[in-house]
């Protein structure tokens, strides 16, 4: 018996999605030999104890039932009013579906946007599950590129050539992979792309506390967009809660109720004390959230340092985020080999650019998600693994 198309297709072409760096690295530790993980985005650090308590003390005060598909008034109250104080658009319930996560709030706009067939833009390089998302919507992925040489902006004369024949543009800063954030000269862009070819815009803003520039602008705040644009959330990363599974997007209020028919045939919503410690992170836990920023903020500043001074491994500073992506072109060598080879060598595992789409070939991305001390070492070594690998092949810059 044969699997619909749907699903077959989720995956879409090609072969290698670069895990298998992942894969070994876990082989290699169970097997007893010392490895530094840098692959996976998920936090090293606990999620604050007062959060945990306030899921448990919700499950034992009884919020254990259904609870309203599209997420409790209460906290969808508190994400408005979040959203409009940090942005400065008017924003009420009537915009807020609360998701299972970032990503159902990626599929959810995605579902209430596009027609099978409809082309979804990207920017490359991009989060692992855009293109398949975009799929199992029914759309069309196309991708727009993002060069490292303009600090892996999404190049804006693609952009609009691509425009005509789509119907929904994806982006998303602090960006995972690159850890860049859009300038204002890129939002406006974008923004006169959207406007002059009537796109939606789909702005990921999952990393919105973690800018280190400290002027993080929502796409959906940039004048006239408010209409056309659906910002996702979620406190999987600002709150260290990705096993909650709570996150929600904002956008205009057909679209909050388009999500509610779809929650309503799929998920059915989201845990009651789930959605009771999410109110509680909101609303009581700004330590916690500046904490975690203060964290990946120290981290970026220590792998800059790491790389300073040196030609061979090169990192674009990253704006936010939690990911630092290393230039390694100067060793000849593909991101999936550098990757490999270091992996075997030095027990440091790290992310092919590949993995993310073609604009970050020859780069390879690590998560900073492991304890300053080991940080500063597996980037250190990894540092001089390049260095010493283009100098044995005579490529080295000096
Ligand atoms: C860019 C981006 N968007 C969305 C997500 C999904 O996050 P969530 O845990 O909220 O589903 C991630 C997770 O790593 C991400 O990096």
Redesign the pocket.
């Given at each position: 018996m044969k699997l619909s198309n749907r699903i077959l297709g989720i995956n879409g072409p090609g072969g290698s999605d670069g895990w298998e760096v992942y894969y070994r690295a876990r082989e290699l530790k169970a097997a007893g030999q010392p490895v530094i993980n840098l692959t996976v985005?998920d936090h090293d650090a606990p999620t604050d104890p007062s959060i945990v308590q306030a899921l448990a003390d919700s499950a034992a005060a009884g919020s254990t039932k259904y609870t309203p598909v599209q997420g409790k008034p209460e906290l969808r109250r508190a994400i408005a009013a979040r959203v409009q104080a940090r942005t400065g658009v008017p924003t009420t319930i009537d915009n807020i579906a609360v998701t299972n996560?970032?990503?159902?709030a990626?599929f959810s706009a995605l579902m209430c946007l596009c027609d099978p067939g409809d082309t979804a833009l990207f920017v490359d390089p991009y989060?692992a599950?855009y293109p398949g998302t975009i799929r199992a919507a029914g759309a069309t992925p196309l991708t727009i590129p993002a060069r490292p040489e303009t600090h892996f902006q999404p190049d804006l004369d693609k952009l609009a050539a691509a425009a005509p024949k789509a119907k929904v543009l994806l982006i998303?800063a602090p960006?995972?992979p690159t850890g860049v954030s859009y300038s204002a000269e890129t939002l406006h862009g974008i923004a006169e792309i959207c406007q002059k070819h009537d796109l939606w815009l789909i702005s990921?803003e999952?990393?919105e506390t973690l800018d280190w520039r400290g002027d993080f602008q929502s796409s959906r705040a940039v004048p006239g967009m408010a209409d056309r644009t659906i910002t996702?959330g979620?406190l999987?990363?600002s709150h260290v809660m990705?096993g909650f599974?709570l996150?929600w997007l904002v956008g205009p209020a057909d679209v909050a109720e388009g999500v509610l028919n779809l929650t309503t045939n799929t998920t059915y919503g989201l845990a009651g004390f789930v959605q009771d410690a999410g109110l509680f992170a909101i609303t009581k836990g700004d330590a916690a959230q500046a904490a975690s920023a203060a964290l990946y903020r120290r981290r970026a500043a220590l792998a800059v340092e790491v790389f300073q001074g040196g030609n061979t491994i090169t990192l674009t500073p990253p704006d936010g985020g939690m990911f630092a992506m290393l230039d390694a072109r100067a060793t000849r060598l593909s991101g999936q080999d550098f990757a490999h080879r270091l992996l075997d060598e030095t027990g440091i595992a790290v992310m092919p650019g590949e993995s993310f789409g073609q604009s970050a070939a020859g780069h390879v991305r690590a998560a900073l998600t492991v304890d300053d001390e080991n940080l500063r070492d597996a980037l250190q070594r990894l540092r001089e693994f390049g260095e010493t690998f283009a100098r044995e092949k005579g490529h080295s810059h000096g």
């Open positions: 985005g996560g970032g990503q159902a990626l989060y599950t998303n960006n995972n990921d999952v990393y996702l979620s999987s990363k990705t599974r996150g």
